[in-house]
């Protein structure tokens, strides 16, 4: 079950990046080698184009949009609606330039690219405007049509806004004014707005120039707007742009006429003409050429003006000509631009399909780690449960292995009061007595308890090999040594572990011996480890083992059974290392009895004080 | 009544429990002749082989073997026994299998005037059974084990594997036997119980122990009802029909 989980989810994702890597399709554009290429540099070469080549920009954009697609690469993307909006409306499809726009300025919106933003929601608006979107102000984010708000907007936008969108911003809230009939308000954003022109770039001043001159001329500003115009004029010959010097001219031109100062109008509608006659610009040189025929007629001088209609009447046929030059120019880039749209809604489409594929697989693959992770809770809550039960009943067990002290004992013991009783000797049987309830007192109060010091288990031992000394006193002696070096009070020794050992010399070893025998134990350390050896010179082991008859060994005591497990479970339960080495003695090649050594870690013993 | 004294040994490797026993014997039962004392196995055999006694007083646990390894070299020899024991509830079951008299240490004077009294009613009994024998032959036979029974009559042995079933009621339990007779004895069902369940015998309700081998068919029910050998109909208590299901299938 777990094996199949863990195989399915390695296999997710691969799937999920195959899908994501699969069509390479290698593209080439006769003037541009696209291959290679990453989308940004894609967006930036269409971005060169996009005046000079409107088609191969769109295309090369178009191929950006899909390759940052497969890359995912959002602000390839975003740019890429971004550069096709610009297109779009540089064509004067403003419903398709709105689309992108709002695509890609909701993207910057997303990555917090505030410029990138502000280019689109500015030509978001003013394609709205083209459209004559009456809401155009009310949908546009940024201009609202509350004051405070203008203004507030304005001082905070300002600050990250590029000289371009200043300038907007500046016209913008001018034409409010202007709107609202405030010619004072507007006159000030406007003048704004002029100073801000000539920080910006050729085409920004050839924008403003016009935009601004209708501005000016309808706030009455006429004045304003010749200065304005005439810096513009100056601004243009120290640019070198003939463009903008052309512009400015017929500005100027256009607005002596509105002032009724044709003398004043007439050189620079010339100039204007002429500099539209070597630009080609016809539909500048149209407009001058009426406004010059009107400074004539405001003159009085009829004649010229007739001169400059004729003149103008022959500039009809080769406007005629480039009208419809244009128009072919406009269908033919409309037709190019229909053939990419269909490309670009199939590419988003298809990566709308794509993403929602991804996010479904994600889905999956999030519920199949989720499921895996509760499984995997499930689990070790589950084994984890599984060793507190273990631990619980080895507790248990440890339990009730140490409260056994051998039956066997207790009884035989409490049968030596007897035999005080049968002799009358009331104070043997009293002392017996006591000093037999003493022993049970110990073995009971420390039979709830793990550890012990090592001092009440000495006094526990000595208590008890005295009850057996009596018993069987004819059989051996006993020593008890403790090493100088210890401080019995202060190690701590699991109780009862060394009475079996003792209990097993005795009655395995020493029982058996013809004559009286010697028991020896001793407590020390060595290593930093504390150690006891219980060391008998009775028959040994393998004669012991050897004597016991079939009847025997049907019965045999559990003690030395019962004390394995005990350091079995008490090394688990405290990841202690109690060991027990027994060992049979020998003195010159025969068995001279046994010797147990028990040993016990020093750093258990301090940890438990 | 019998005024010759009864010869008796004891066998205990304790000094101190040999002279107890001695001095109390002595004191509350004067009619035992205390012959000799042994300290351990074979220095028992010896003893009980040379000097022939009516009675032994026996510890179960002594060097060099134990008290059945006594009854074992000695079954030849015609006495009764009293066992001593301080704590062996294997050798208590063998001694209840041959309804042995016994003693536990440590010694209660009651106990032991008690013990000596069925003893020596015993050897006074013209048809006494011979239990040191049957202990020993239930040691080295345990499939073919003989149970000795005290019935209102006396006592009487069986075969373990004759029995097919056994009924409590009160103080007394009744055993149903192959052959078809039946025996009352005066003791309660939980003793039987306690000597033959690692038998091939079942408790399956509070008054009745079946033997697994006798039965010869199971009805299902609450609790179901088993059908024994001798046509008996007993009823099984729902709290070990499992165990009943669980051993037939």
């Known amino acids: 079950m777990r094996t199949i989980l863990i195989i399915g989810l390695l296999l997710l994702p691969a799937k999920v990046w195959s899908q994501s890597g699969k069509s390479e399709i290698s593209d080439s554009f006769s003037n541009y080698n696209i291959k290679g290429k990453t989308a940004i540099q894609l967006i930036n070469e269409a971005n060169k184009k996009a005046l000079s080549d409107p088609v191969s920009s769109n295309k090369l954009a178009t191929e950006a949009l899909e390759r940052s697609f497969k890359s995912g690469d959002k602000l390839a993307e975003y740019r890429s609606y971004q550069t096709l909006g610009t297109l779009y409306y540089n064509s004067a499809n403003y419903t398709a330039a709105i689309k992108y726009f709002e695509l890609s300025s ?297 409260a056994q002290m051998n039956p066997h004992f207790i009884f035989n013991s409490l049968n030596s009061v007897n035999n005080f009783i049968s002799k009358n000797d009331e104070r043997s049987a009293n002392r017996y007595l006591s000093d037999f309830s003493k022993l049970m007192r110990t073995v009971l109060k420390n039979s709830d308890q793990d550890f012990i010091s090592l001092e009440t288990e000495i006094q526990t031992l000595r208590i008890y090999l005295d009850l057996e000394h009596f018993r069987f006193g004819e059989k051996f002696d006993y020593t008890l040594e403790l090493a100088d070096d210890m401080d019995a009070a202060l190690v701590q020794v699991p109780p009862m572990l060394i009475q079996p050992y003792i209990e097993n010399a005795i009655w395995h070893g020493l029982r058996y011996k013809e004559n009286k025998g010697r028991l020896e134990i001793r407590f020390y350390t060595e290593n930093d480890k504390l150690f006891c050896t219980v060391k008998d010179n009775g028959i040994g082991r393998e004669k012991s083992a050897a004597l016991k008859t079939e009847n025997q060994k049907t019965y045999q005591s559990t003690g030395i059974k019962n004390t394995k497990e005990r350091i079995e479970l008490l090394n688990k339960l405290h990841g202690t290392k109690l060991h027990i080495a027994i060992y049979d003695l020998t003195e010159n090649g025969l068995p001279s009895g046994t010797m147990a050594k028990i040993s016990i870690p020093y750093i258990m013993q301090l940890e438990e004080v | 009544m019998n005024h010759e004294k009864i010869r008796a040994i004891i066998a205990d490797d304790e000094s101190a429990a040999r002279e107890t026993l001695n001095n109390y014997l002595s004191r509350y039962c004067p009619y035992i002749e205390v012959i000799a004392e042994a300290k351990d196995v074979p220095d028992a055999v ?201 051993y037939f299938q």
Request: hydrophobic share 35%; net charge positive; charged share 25%.
């Open chain 1, 106 to 402: 909701a993207g910057f919106g997303e990555l917090k690219d505030k410029s990138n933003q502000a280019y689109c929601d500015k030509y978001l608006l003013l394609s709205r405007k083209k459209l004559n979107d009456l809401n155009a102000y009310e949908k546009s984010s940024k201009i609202s049509k509350s004051k405070e708000y203008k203004t507030k907007s304005l001082s905070k936008y300002s600050k990250n806004a590029s000289g371009s969108d200043q300038i907007d911003i500046y016209s913008e809230l001018g034409n409010y004014y202007l709107e609202n009939k405030d010619t004072t308000q507007a006159l000030g954003f406007i003048n704004r707005a002029a100073e801000a022109t000539f920080r910006a770039s050729d085409s920004v001043v050839l924008d403003k120039a016009t935009s601004l001159s209708t501005f000016y001329n309808a706030t009455g500003n006429y004045s304003e707007n010749i200065r304005f115009q005439n810096n513009v004029l100056e601004e243009g010959k120290k640019r070198g742009k003939l463009n903008i010097v052309n512009l400015a001219s017929y500005n100027l031109g256009s607005t002596y006429v509105a002032t009724q100062q044709p003398e004043q109008a007439i050189p620079f509608l010339k100039q204007s003409i002429s500099l539209s006659n070597k630009s080609q610009n016809i539909e500048l040189k149209q407009k001058s050429v009426k406004e010059l025929a009107k400074a004539y007629e405001d003159m009085g001088q009829y004649d010229k003006a007739l001169t400059v209609i004729k003149d103008y009447v022959h500039t009809l046929d080769s406007l005629q000509s480039l009208h419809d030059k244009n128009l072919d120019a406009s269908i033919s880039l409309n037709h190019e631009f229909a053939k990419q749209e269909a490309r670009i809604q199939k590419l988003i489409s298809s990566q709308k399909q794509k993403e929602a594929d991804i996010k479904r697989q994600r889905t999956i693959l999030w519920s199949l780690a989720a499921a895996l992770g509760l499984f995997g809770l499930l689990t070790w809550l589950l084994i984890r449960s599984i060793r507190q039960k273990q631990k619980a009943n080895m507790q248990i067990k440890l339990q009730s292995l140490r």
């Open chain 2, 46 to 246: 010896d003893k009980i082989q040379k000097l022939k006694p009516s009675l032994l007083f026996l510890d179960v646990e002594m060097p060099f073997g134990n008290a059945f390894d006594v009854l074992e070299q000695t079954a030849d020899q015609n006495y009764e026994t009293i066992f001593v024991t301080a704590f062996s509830e294997y050798a208590i079951r063998a001694l209840n299998f041959s309804a042995s008299y016994y003693i536990l240490k440590p010694v209660s004077i009651e106990e032991l005037i008690k013990a000596v009294e069925k003893a020596r009613e015993s050897l006074n009994d013209d048809k006494r059974i011979n239990r040191t024998a049957i202990i020993a032959q239930n040691m080295k036979n345990p499939q073919g084990k003989k149970l000795v029974l005290p019935t209102t009559s006396g006592f009487e042995v069986v075969a373990v594997k004759d029995i097919i079933r056994l009924s409590g009621s009160g103080n007394y339990t009744d055993i149903f036997m192959v052959d078809g007779r039946k025996k009352v004895v005066s003791k309660v069902l939980k003793h039987f119980q306690d000597l033959l369940e690692d038998q091939g015998f079942m408790r399956v309700h509070k008054s009745h122990m079946i033997c697994l081998e006798h039965v010869q068919a199971y009805h299902k029910g609450r609790g179901g009802v088993l059908t024994m050998i001798d046509g008996a109909e007993i009823e099984v208590s729902p709290t070990r029909k499992q165990d009943i299901l669980d």
